[in-house]
Structures are given as C-alpha cells and as structure tokens.
C-alpha cells in the first residue's frame, strides 16, 4: 500500500506587477520571474499561515507505481476564529477505509471517526485525544498538509529553474505553471512510498517531471494546485494526478456534532496515543 503524507503553506500574496491580461516573462526568463517573485511569496509565508482563513479544500489523490495504487480524498472544512477543522480522508477504492478528525474550536480535545478498516484501534467509532498542535502551523494539519507539500515540490522546482510560465488573466489572477521532478516529488514527501518502491527508482527517473499548476484567486490567495504526469523507467511506470482547490463556501452544517460519549474511547495520555498512533501505522503498511 503506498501512503501519503505532508508539509508548507496556504496562501500567497499577489505577486509581481504586470498588467491585468497580460503574461509575465516566459521560459528562462519565467524562472527568474518566478523564483524571484514566487520566493519570495513563499518565504513569507510564516506570516500568514497563522490567518485561519475560512475554507473548504477537496484534495484528490490518484498515484500508481506499475499495479499497486492510492486512490484517496481529502475534504476539509476550515470554520471560524478561532477555527473549527474537519478533515475527512476517504479511500475511492475501499469504501470501508476512511479517517475523518474533527477539532471543534477551542477545544482541549481532537476527535477521530474510525472506519471499518481501523475498527481493530478502540472498542467505539469514535476516539478522543488531547489537542496538543495548536502550537504548530497550518500546514501540520491534515487538511492543509497536502497542498503544503504540493507547494514545497513547486517551489523548489521552480527554485532550480523548472518554470515553464506564469501568466495574469484579466481578472487579475495568476497562474504558474511548472515542471517538478520526481526528486523534487520525493524530498518534499508529497506521497511516502515504501522502500521496496523507493528503491526502483533510477537517477533517470528521479529527473524526470510532473506537469504542475499552481493558480491564485485576483486577491493573491491560492485557489488550485494540479499535478500530473506519468515517468517510465527500469521496466516501471509511475502515475500521478493530484489535485488540490477550493470547495465552496463552508458553514456550520459542515462540522458534525459531537459524539454522544458512549461511543468515544478516550486516550487520556502520550502513551495511549502513541500506541494508537503505531498501530494505525501498521494497518496503514500492509
């Protein structure tokens, strides 16, 4: 089973000052633009990933190596200030494997929805644990940890010259489009693959390259992320389509209510939640 992960940011300022409707440098010139510009952006981004900017994501995740696939969706729901966050990680290949972790606002407590495939962690649906991440940025919720990780692989591709073209629309928005390797892929952990897969890969594969959108909204804010590409090599074949944007406008309707306590199991402690944490981890490697 190949499993994701992730890791960076959330929204971007406006950048550069060209005309509405008109296209910024191309080819060399679009990775001085962008790796000026775009670094920049980036680099000041521990700036605002402290916002807590209400939204809703859907994060599609489709990866084949030869036979063995992840096909998974991650909605997520950003209310409030400060924020209530549901992220809701749901297999599009086994309906029974899903993980949904609901932090209602100011809440000492996380709680997580077990799926049928991790029924095995507690006796309850439901299990609680303490909130122990409000010290960490956004990016280390799951909700935004993907598209974090998207814009990690982009900007270092870009940081190494692979800018194909950034263009303003007459709207105002901005597109970049680049080309990220699958080294860029791996160092920024946008999916984790397992050593028996890791190990195939050759150096010619590693420098080949995922086609990679990246779009923000008029008002400088990132709206989609889009990564597709298929590299071949050593007798195998990797695909990836990953996809990353907004969802709509999100309400109270969006959060569930809390569960009634006879279905929560809580982990009152470090201890309980590490084991949790290592057996989840086992389900997950097989």
């Known amino acids: 089973m190949l499993a994701t992960a992730g890791l960076l940011a959330a ?33 000041a981004l521990s700036d605002t990933l402290y916002a807590n900017d209400t939204r809703k994501t859907r994060l599609d995740t489709i990866v084949r190596f030869d036979e063995k696939r992840i096909n998974q969706t991650i909605s997520s729901v950003q209310l409030g200030h400060p924020p209530a966050r549901l992220s809701r990680n749901h297999s599009n290949l086994d309906p029974n494997e899903y993980l949904d ?27 609680q644990t303490p909130w122990t991440s ?31 073209s950034a263009n303003r629309k007459a709207d105002g928005s901005l597109e970049l489009i680049a080309n990220v390797s699958l080294a ?9 693959f397992p050593d028996s897969i890791q190990q195939q890969f050759t150096a ?14 008029p008002q400088g804010k990132l709206s989609e ?3 597709q590409g298929k590299i071949t090599g050593n007798g195998h074949e990797l695909e ?13 309707n969006d959060l569930p209510k809390l569960p009634d ?26």
């Open 101 to 127: 972790v609901y932090h209602p606002a100011d809440s000492p407590y996380e709680y997580l929805r077990l799926g049928p495939v991790y029924a095995s962690l507690a006796p309850t649906p439901w299990v």
């Open 261 to 286: 306590p006879s279905q929560v199991t809580v982990l009152a402690d470090s201890a309980a939640v590490n084991d949790f944490y290592a057996r989840m981890g086992e389900i997950q490697g097989r």
């Open 204 to 217: 010619d594969m590693k420098a080949q390259t995922f086609r990679t959108r990246v779009a923000l909204d």
């Open 11 to 43: 929204t971007l300022t406006a950048c550069g000052s060209a005309r509405a409707g008109t296209p910024v440098p191309n080819g060399e010139d679009a990775a001085a633009y962008v790796s000026a510009k775009f670094d920049n952006t980036l680099d």
């Open 134 to 164: 409000g010290q960490y940025n956004e990016c280390y919720w799951e909700g935004a940890q993907g598209m974090c990780k998207l814009l990690d692989a982009t900007q270092d591709a870009v940081a190494a010259g692979h800018a194909m």
């Open 240 to 252: 990836v389509d990953i996809h990353y944007r907004l969802d709509g406008t999100p309400s109270e």
């Open 184 to 192: 860029n892929f791996i160092d920024a952990a946008v999916v984790t």
């Open 225 to 227: 992320i889009q990564m």
